[in-house]
């Protein structure tokens, strides 16, 4: 009887310990002793591993398949801008060919997707208008007067478009679905073309090709917070960050009064398009003088570092995965894959023969890169698993900012796509 008993005693207590534990996980207060158990006996629970913050992707919502109900249904084509022969070139994506062209008025520079992805605008830059296309139908509408539209941007909030007024170095604010200009902000650099917004969509960079700079604009309070000089005394693929130059300054005695191309080490530089990184820290800026990007930083925007890729390095595209961007180098014909991770070139794309790449889109799966052929009369499409160049269609003169259309993605930045 007496090991019948012990066993029980040690039942009891075991059993007395369970309960304990269950009370001190409950109240959530330390375990609790049960009476004829040392403390040394009694396990201490393990911590919950602290939860690791989830990881930014401005570009989460461009993902495959991930389609707004505003395009459901669409007819999926590619818009090509004809900036010589004024056309716009309408191709079929699944058979490769023109499958229809309408005309336009004054160097059509970009076919841009409206905010609520609606619309795509067509930038007649000469022409100071811009034409409206159904996606619906692919046809064009009624042009509507716009002074100087080399570019068009749409603010993150969709209440206002961002014209870039070239040639008339301003940036127009203006309403996104009438057009009707609301205020003209002028800049104090030349030639503004290209830009983006940071993440928390409160600033946007653009690039100012004709001098040298990069200028941050704060589009909410529409002031200038600061100019970006890409000027610089030494190498610029060296490490050491560069400031931004105070916009007061640049006014006052910066490069923009000074007319012409800003120059660094003795070569000019030409900024172009620009990208966010997909975490949302640096932008990649298009330097199609210095053939490379320049890595910006998007919170402070320094000059963080330079990365060669090629010859008239121009347009920027981010992958449907977030992990690379592809740059096209209008210069040599190629297109250099950079690994975002790397920051740096992990393979090169050659047009057989050169080529002309400039602006253009990638497909809604992401397994094609659209790109103009700027100075070859076609439009390039580059197999995104391999590298390889699978078709050359031939379009009218000098096609530019073409739009593959509907793409992934909530809303519309502007330029030829920037979703987010």
Not at 61 to 84: K, Q, W
Not at 322 to 345: D, I, K, Q
Not at 356 to 368: E, I, K, Q, T, V
Not at 412 to 420: A, D, E, N
């Amino acid at each position: 009887m007496r090991r019948l008993e012990d066993g029980r005693g040690r039942l009891r207590a075991g059993t007395a310990l369970i309960v304990a534990l269950a009370c001190a996980s409950a109240c959530g207060g330390g375990p609790a002793v049960p009476a004829g158990v040392s403390r040394e006996e009694v396990p201490v629970p393990a911590k919950a591993p602290p939860k690791a913050p989830e990881k930014l992707d401005v570009y989460a919502h461009d993902r495959p398949g991930m389609l707004s109900p505003a395009v459901a249904g669409l007819p999926s084509r590619v818009y090509v801008p004809n900036s010589e022969s004024d056309t716009v070139s309408v191709i079929d994506p699944r058979t490769y060919r023109v499958i229809s062209r309408f005309r336009v008025h004054g160097r059509p520079q970009h076919v841009v997707p409206s905010w609520d992805l609606r619309t795509l605008w067509v930038n007649n830059n000469d022409g100071n208008t811009l034409t409206p296309i159904d996606p619906r139908t692919g046809r064009p509408g009624r042009p509507v007067p716009v002074d100087d539209p080399y570019n068009l941007y749409f603010t993150p909030d969709g209440r206002t478009a961002l014209v870039m007024a070239e040639r008339n170095n301003r940036l127009d604010f203006r309403d996104p679905h009438t057009m009707r200009l609301r205020h003209s902000l002028p800049m104090p650099c030349r030639g503004i073309n290209h830009g983006d917004f940071t993440a928390d969509e409160t600033v946007f960079l653009a690039s100012c090709e004709f001098s040298g700079q990069l200028v941050a604009v704060d589009t909410t309070t529409r002031r200038i917070l600061a100019v970006v000089d890409l000027a610089h005394p030494r190498a610029p693929h060296t490490e050491q960050a560069q400031h931004a130059v105070p916009h007061e300054h640049a006014q006052a005695g910066g490069h923009a009064a000074t007319g012409g191309h800003v120059t660094a080490g003795g070569r000019a530089s030409m900024p172009q398009d620009v990208k966010l990184s997909p975490d949302g820290t640096t932008f990649y800026v298009a330097d199609m003088a210095r053939n490379g990007v320049w890595l910006v930083g998007a919170k402070d925007f320094r000059v963080k570092r330079f990365v060669r890729t090629g010859a008239g390095a121009h347009g920027l595209y981010v992958s449907r995965d977030s992990r690379l961007l592809y740059v096209s180098n209008r210069g040599e014909g190629t297109v250099s894959v950079v690994s975002f991770a790397r920051r740096r070139p992990i393979a090169t794309w050659r047009i057989p023969g050169g080529g002309s790449p400039d602006m253009g889109g990638l497909s809604a799966d992401g397994r094609r890169l659209w790109l103009s052929g700027r100075y070859d009369g076609v439009v390039y499409v580059f197999d995104t698993g391999d590298g390889r160049l699978i078709r050359k269609i031939p379009v009218g003169a000098g096609p530019h900012g073409l739009a593959v259309y509907p793409q992934p993605g909530r809303y519309s930045l502007g330029h030829t796509g920037i979703f987010r």
